[in-house]
């Protein structure tokens, strides 16, 4: 299973950006997606995660201004950043639990590169 992310780049705070992420190769099922992000020097952290029968989860520090959402049969999820801040200068990673009748796993992209800045 390989996931590309997209749609990362510059943005003035306020700004908006939306996340895409496509996963293909040999997919039984996709359980929940989610994306993460990492700031320089600082751990990966949780952003925001929708299950298969899209339930959603957020970080404190996002909620209210970004929205995840999936299209379950396409795999692919997708984050609605608004109002972006400088703090959410990050790579953003996206991740799918997969699952099939032998393992289950995770899946991770290479990230895409979302700065804020004036």
């Known amino acids: 299973v390989q996931l590309q992310a997209s749609g990362g780049g510059l943005v003035q705070p306020g700004g908006s950006l939306r996340l895409s992420c496509t996963a293909t190769?040999?997919?039984?099922?996709?359980?929940?997606m989610s994306w993460y992000r990492q700031a320089p020097d600082q751990q990966r952290e949780l952003v925001a995660t929708i299950t298969s029968g899209g339930i959603t989860n957020y970080a404190d520090s996002v909620k209210g201004r970004f929205t995840i959402s999936r299209h379950t049969g396409k795999n692919m999820v997708w984050l609605q950043m608004n109002s972006l801040k400088p703090e959410d200068t990050a790579r953003y990673y996206c991740?799918?639990?997969?699952?099939?009748?032998?393992?289950?796993?995770?899946?991770w992209g290479k990230g895409t590169q979302v700065t804020v800045s004036s």
């Open positions: 991740n799918a639990e997969h699952a099939s009748p032998y393992d289950q796993r995770d899946y």
């Open positions: 190769g040999r997919i039984f099922r996709i359980n929940t």
